[in-house]
């Protein structure tokens, strides 16, 4: 079974710097797109950011601040956060398209991980 597993969340000051991890495993036949998404309390959960297998990036309200990226040997990506600012605050999630068989493939979720930007 296919699980995404999130890490590096916490807690840090305003301009701070914070980078996520989220890496896929089981029985995995193919990853496409992979990205983040995040919740904060009483809002709707957002796109943060996307990247495709070839790397073609793509962001939402972050662009100059965050980056996304992906190691494809390790089924894993990244979202590198760099002046984090209160608003920020978030449970962030992470997702990734991914074919068990070659066929159409599933949106698999991470858990999510806490970020907390204080004020």
């Known amino acids: 079974q296919v699980q995404l597993v999130e890490s590096g969340g916490g807690l840090v000051q305003p301009g701070g710097s914070l980078r996520l991890s989220c890496a896929a495993s089981?029985?995995?036949?193919?990853?496409?797109?992979m990205g983040w998404y995040r919740q904060a309390p009483g809002k709707e959960r957002e796109l943060v950011a996307g990247?495709?297998?070839?790397?073609?990036t793509n962001y939402k309200s972050v662009t100059g601040r965050f980056t996304i990226s992906r190691d494809n040997a390790k089924n894993t990506v990244y979202l590198q956060m760099n002046s984090l600012k209160p608003e920020d605050t978030a449970v962030y999630y992470c997702?990734?398209?991914?074919?068990?068989?070659?066929?159409?493939?599933?949106?698999?979720w991470g858990q999510g991980t806490q970020v907390t930007v204080s004020s």
């Open positions: 990247i495709s297998n070839g790397g073609d």
């Open positions: 997702y990734a398209d991914i074919r068990t068989r070659p066929s159409l493939p599933s949106r698999f």
């Open positions: 089981g029985n995995i036949f193919s990853i496409g797109d």
